[in-house]
């Protein structure tokens, strides 16, 4: 996938890692980002926390020469970890997230979200869903096959969304969560870095988003 019709997703990541290896948080990731898609191709422009609606932001919009434009929505969530970024010589100290249940959920909740602000957008525009975590539990397919709230909202290696996904268990669905998919969305997840310690490996998951019917 091309960031605003010009920059390729894998390359702003080469980009990105080859400055930092970790970030202190969702807002400090998507910044690093920004900047890095912008060293790439400095024709595109990039805007942090652009509003869509009343109600609604987008983490960062790009746009390039040719009118083509990408909305991005950005996830990093985190298990504990501290030491020293072996690029910059910072410290860090990432603390646990709690429930990686709502992780997957808010993530699934930004697929759906850039496919309305694709499909309302009155220039051509795709989207990015970004996730990076250092949370194996979001990559690995879960040990046990007991069904558990956030089973149809699991984003780990090989899994597509698509289609009706319904929170809950079975008998007990919470229809405020329940969200529609209009895209097929196969999960790839990319190694980012590998750090000392527990927790150390960061990896990324990509997914590119299209205006429904497009």
Same mark, same amino acid.
């Given at each position: 996938?091309?960031?605003?019709?010009?920059?390729?997703?894998?390359?702003?990541?080469?980009?990105?890692?080859?400055?930092?290896?970790?970030?202190?948080?969702?807002?400090?990731?998507?910044?690093?980002?920004?900047?890095?898609?912008?060293?790439?191709?400095?024709?595109?422009?990039?805007?942090? !926390?652009?509003?869509?609606?009343? /109600?609604?932001?987008? %983490?960062?919009?790009?746009?390039?020469?040719? #009118? &083509? =434009?990408?909305?991005?929505?950005?996830?990093?969530?985190?298990?504990?970890?501290?030491?020293?970024?072996?690029?910059?010589?910072?410290?860090?100290?990432?603390?646990?997230?709690?429930?990686?249940?709502?992780?997957?959920?808010?993530?699934?909740?930004?697929?759906v979200r850039?496919?309305?602000?694709c499909r309302?957008?009155?220039?051509?525009?795709?989207?990015?869903?970004?996730?990076?975590?250092?949370?194996?539990?979001?990559? !690995?397919?879960?040990?046990?096959? /007991?069904?558990?709230? %956030?089973?149809?909202?699991?984003?780990h290696e #090989? &899994? =597509?969304?698509?289609?009706?996904?319904?929170?809950?268990?079975?008998?007990?669905?919470?229809?405020?969560?329940?969200?529609?998919?209009?895209?097929?969305?196969?999960?790839?997840?990319?190694?980012?870095?590998?750090?000392?310690?527990?927790?150390?490996?960061?990896?990324?998951?990509?997914?590119?988003?299209?205006?429904?019917?497009?």
């Open positions: 996938m091309q960031i605003a019709g010009s920059v390729d997703v894998d390359a702003a990541m080469k980009e990105l890692r080859e400055a930092r290896a970790v970030f202190h948080s969702e807002a400090d990731f998507q910044h690093a980002f920004a900047w890095a898609v912008h060293r790439l191709d400095s024709t595109v422009q990039v805007r942090l !926390e652009v509003r869509q609606d009343a /109600r609604e932001y987008l %983490d960062l919009l790009c746009f390039g020469p040719q #009118g &083509r =434009r990408t909305a991005i929505e950005f996830k990093y969530f985190t298990a504990r970890w501290e030491g020293v970024d072996p690029d910059t010589g910072e410290e860090f100290r990432l603390r646990t997230h709690a429930a990686s249940d709502v992780a997957r959920r808010d993530f699934v909740f930004d697929i850039l496919e309305q602000f309302a957008s009155k220039v051509p525009m795709d989207g990015l869903a970004l996730m990076l975590t250092n949370y194996r539990g979001l990559w !690995e397919p879960p040990v046990r096959s /007991r069904r558990t709230r %956030d089973h149809e909202f699991r984003i #090989g &899994r =597509r969304l698509t289609g009706t996904l319904r929170w809950g268990m079975e008998d007990d669905h919470h229809l405020p969560n329940q969200r529609e998919l209009a895209g097929h969305y196969p999960l790839i997840w990319r190694d980012f870095a590998r750090l000392d310690g527990r927790n150390g490996s960061l990896r990324w998951l990509p997914v590119p988003v299209d205006a429904p019917g497009t």
